[in-house]
């Protein structure tokens, strides 16, 4: 059986991604840039619109329409909203909506808590 290229494209891309960061975070900005070896088409993620877990799911969801987007690609970006906006605590405590969120103090404190 042949593979599409669609397929071949994903292949290549999971080998890569796995040697490579996937996303980088700008702090100045507040976005998280996906690296350029994983699509020629760039593409950035602005957490300033994860101010709800609804925003939040949304980027997850746009992120897993595109064809480079690989399970490694969408685990990153759940780990780096993770990291960054600790949704857990600030956007869903008790599983239900406690946004909106003021994202750049968000970022601040994890970035602090880190350090």
Not at 14 to 30: A, E, G
Not at 37 to 61: E, H, N, Y
């Amino acid at each position: 059986m042949n593979s599409s290229p669609r397929q071949l494209k994903r292949e290549v891309n999971v080998k890569r991604s796995r040697t490579t960061p996937v996303w980088t975070f700008d702090s100045k900005r507040r976005t998280l840039v996906l690296h350029k070896s994983i699509s020629v088409k760039p593409f950035v993620v602005r957490l300033d619109r994860c101010q709800t877990s609804a925003g939040a799911l949304r980027w997850i969801m746009e992120v897993a329409e595109q064809d480079w987007a690989t399970d490694h690609v969408i685990a990153s970006l759940v780990r780096e909203f993770d990291r960054l906006l600790y949704p857990l605590a600030n956007l869903c405590p008790s599983g239900k909506e406690d946004g909106p969120i003021n994202v750049k103090k968000v970022i601040r404190e994890q970035l602090d808590l880190v350090q």
